[in-house]
């Protein structure tokens, strides 16, 4: 081992900056190779490291966010990261910006060392897929459905079938077909009208094809456009951004609909000469909001007489996802 420290992994002894330094540098035929900087076993090829956030691409992110009333989904286009992760480095760079105000110290020397562990991707370099799609559930079982030839069958009837829902009519199918760009807007744009199927708790909207449920649906409707009419480059980024911004004000008006909801539903009483406010909301005991076993999400006041699952093992008591 020894001999082998003094002469092969002797490279090792000194970090390059920018650059990982990983086992399979002492390998002088992959040395060279990009594969070097994400794999750390040289025997585990399947194995990857991977890339994080290099400090220039946080800061562009908030201050396109933050300083530039940029939306979410377009900076998401823009730098190639995923709208999740734009939120949530827009809070994480607040949070330290917070913490420089008050006086706090950051762990610095941790980021650095981290950032000179792992690979980190530039501004200018494309950072993750940002229109993955996972599995849904409902797509898990094969399902064998007969079909007519002269029946023009697509991504949407497959979703109906999944969903269990019945076939779409002939004039609204061949709607859709014409103008799919205006039957993914209607979609994206009013998800609560979405067609649901089901009873009770079994209840669920319908499938939606892949078009609709991608992160970045405009995109698609672009890309239309682009080889529908390839000559006409300055109408594509017209249209392209007039549809992002009509998707921003939808998910706007719906957003501000849903806090008005909220705020008729509470009674706000404040007694004089008292800093407290207290909010009163009217709830509903029945088994649609409590479900059968009484821990629906739905239900008032779910925490009292049912026994809580906080002590449980194998409980997820930490946030899951960020809210876009």
Known sequence: ????????????????????NYLMRTNPKLRELPVAETRLFPANPAYRSESILSEELREEIYNRVVKQKKSVRAVSVELRVDMRRVAAVVRLVELEKRMEKQGKSLALPYARAIHEMVPVTPLDKPHEEINDLPVHRLTNP??????????????????RVFSAA?????????????????????????????E???????????????????????????????RRVPNESAKHGELYQARLSKQDAADQERKRLIQERKEKQT?????????????INDVVVSQ????????NARAPGRRYGVPNYDRKKGQVKIPTRVEV
């Open 1 to 20: 081992m020894f001999a082998w420290l003094n002469t092969e992994a002797s490279i090792l002894r000194s970090h390059t900056p920018g650059t990982t």
């Open 142 to 159: 094969q399902i064998f459905y007969p079909v007519s030839e002269s029946r023009q069958f697509n991504r949407v009837d497959a979703g």
């Open 166 to 194: 019945p076939a779409l009519e002939h004039e609204q199918a061949a709607k859709d077909v014409a103008d799919p760009s205006e039957a993914i807007s209607r979609v994206t744009q009013n998800p609560s009208h979405i």
């Open 196 to 226: 649901l199927v089901g009873k009770g708790e079994e209840e669920q909207q319908v499938l939606q094809p892949a078009d609709v449920r991608i992160p970045h649906p405009h995109m698609v409707t672009s890309t239309r456009d682009i």
């Open 267 to 279: 009674q706000r009483v404040q007694p004089a000469d008292s800093r407290f406010e207290f909010r």
């Open 288 to 295: 649609e909001t409590t479900g059968k076993d009484g821990r």
